[in-house]
């Protein structure tokens, strides 16, 4: 059975910082590249930041640029994504999700997980 169980959501103050895991079972995680999504309320669900699967490059949404980190351990079948520097407008579900492909939208993910709600307070 394929799982992806994120973990380490809550409330956080601004300024405040986070750190996501998501662990992975079910599938060969070093050949998937991971991505990380949020959906905030009352908003469509958006790509913030994913890592390849063959050089372990990454990619971040402007928005969180220089204040979230992305790793992967492969042995551990782990994604880790710090977040640092809080803002309010962070505020939403984050979902991890894993792709074969080479894309980075909803419909190009093959698997997800089932989010973790992070609250950052003004």
């Known amino acids: 059975e394929v799982q992806l169980v994120e973990s380490g959501g809550g409330l956080v103050q601004t300024g405040g910082s986070l750190k996501f895991s998501c662990a992975a079972s079910?599938?060969?995680?070093?050949?998937?590249?991971i991505g990380w999504f949020r959906q905030a309320p009352g908003k469509e669900r958006e790509g913030v930041a994913c890592?390849?699967?063959?050089?372990?490059?990454?990619y971040y949404e402007d928005s969180v640029k220089g204040r979230f980190t992305l790793s992967r351990d492969n042995a551990s079948n782990t994604v880790l994504l710090q977040m640092n520097s809080l803002k309010p407008e962070d505020t939403a579900v984050y979902f991890c999700a894993a792709t074969l492909g080479a894309g980075f939208t909803e419909t190009d993910m093959d698997y997800w997980g089932k989010g973790t709600l992070v609250t950052v307070s003004s």
């Open positions: 890592i390849d699967s063959s050089d372990g490059s990454t």
């Open positions: 079910g599938f060969t995680f070093e050949d998937y590249t």
